[in-house]
């Protein structure tokens, strides 16, 4: 049986021929949608961040607050997918609702309005979902730029957003330069075994509840983190006091990323440590572990994200660790 597709009206639209929006309509888009975004990340320089059908159909459909057949707008023209976006929300600890937004748009469609249509389009979707929502306090929308996105960064600020918090994408030169950083005495590295699994999330859970922008658990977030297919146990470095999880770093691998750009690198992510063991050292020796471990697998740099305003310190500690950053993220905020 053939899909149904209907066109969204814009009335903003820009003038392109044989231009049409529509809603996302099922499996069938992903192979679509990964070409647009991951082409969009190329031009971006974002190449450490690119998709496969597995994961772009595992984060478009596990998102909480996310219908992606309401949620997602797509452009084509005369029939070809060129640009798409996506709104969900989250309801932050500190109390806020945020609605975020991120639109992809390949590189020869570039300037020509698109991005500024799907933006209002967002906007709105975002005043529609709130206009359904039963309890009142602050409400933010939101996004996250890449320095490498200057129009879209202008296009921000000429709507009116703001920016909030910033990030480094950071990578170490190699790892013939390990810094020395015994584990704390009284803690021990365990496999990670199925068994551990809940453990491990729960702890890791507590940790960044300290985060900036933490947000609500919901009763299916464990099951949807397993089921992650970038998830890769086997590498976890998780520190125990006896039966206790005192902290943890969920390595994986690009393997993509890797195979397509010829690079040796592992993503030592998601660090955390939970606060009775906090200041002695824990995640420094956790990194210096996954360090080792990858260049046994014959990796030659690692990888990681971080908030720059960390309250934990975390940025001096990965430079200490030898990471340098490479690139800078800037969330942007307005209230909705």
């Known amino acids: 049986m053939d899909t149904i597709m209907e066109n969204v009206f814009m009335p903003d639209a820009p003038a392109i021929p044989d231009l049409t929006f529509r ?20 031009a971006d320089d974002l190449g450490h961040d690119l998709h496969t059908l597995d994961t772009i159909r595992y984060v478009y459909g596990s998102t909480h607050n996310h219908d992606p057949h309401k949620d997602v707008l797509i452009a084509e023209v005369a029939g070809r997918m060129v640009a798409f976006n996506r709104v969900y929300w989250e309801r932050e600890l500190a109390g806020p609702r945020t609605y975020w937004h991120f639109g992809f748009v390949l590189p020869g469609w570039r300037g020509k309005g ?21 309890d009142g306090g602050p409400v933010y929308i939101r996004t996250s730029v890449y320095d490498t996105m200057p129009g879209l960064e202008n296009l921000l600020k000429a709507r009116g957003y703001e920016p909030v918090r910033y990030g480094f994408h950071m990578e170490t030169p190699d790892l013939e330069h390990i810094p020395d950083a015994p584990m704390p005495e009284g803690l021990e590295v ?4 199925p ?68 690079r040796k690198l592992g993503y030592t992510e998601s660090i955390s440590v939970r606060r009775p063991w906090r200041k002695r050292g824990l995640a420094s020796a956790l990194i ?44 942007y905020r307005k209230p909705l």
């Open 23 to 42: 809603h996302f309509t099922g499996d069938e888009d992903y192979p679509a949608m990964l070409e647009v975004n991951n082409g969009s990340k190329i």
């Open 114 to 134: 698109l991005g500024r249509a799907m933006m209002r389009w967002a906007e709105e979707r975002a005043r529609e979902i709130e206009a359904t929502q039963e």
């Open 190 to 193: 365990r496999p990670a075994e």
């Open 195 to 262: 068994e551990h699994y809940r453990a491990i999330w729960d702890a890791s859970l507590e940790a960044f509840q300290d985060e900036w922008g933490a947000t609500e658990p919901s009763d299916n977030d464990f099951d949807q983190w397993i089921a992650d297919p970038t998830s890769e146990p086997h590498l976890w470095m998780v520190a125990w006091d006896g039966d206790q999880v005192a902290g943890s770093v969920l390595n994986f691998i690009n393997h993509a990323y890797n195979v397509r750009a010829g």
């Open 288 to 331: 210096a572990h996954s360090m080792r471990m990858f260049k046994e697998m014959g990796m030659t740099q690692t990888a990681l994200g971080v908030d720059t305003e960390n309250p934990s310190g975390a940025l001096r500690v990965y430079e200490r660790m030898g990471y340098k950053a490479l690139s800078k993220s800037t969330t």
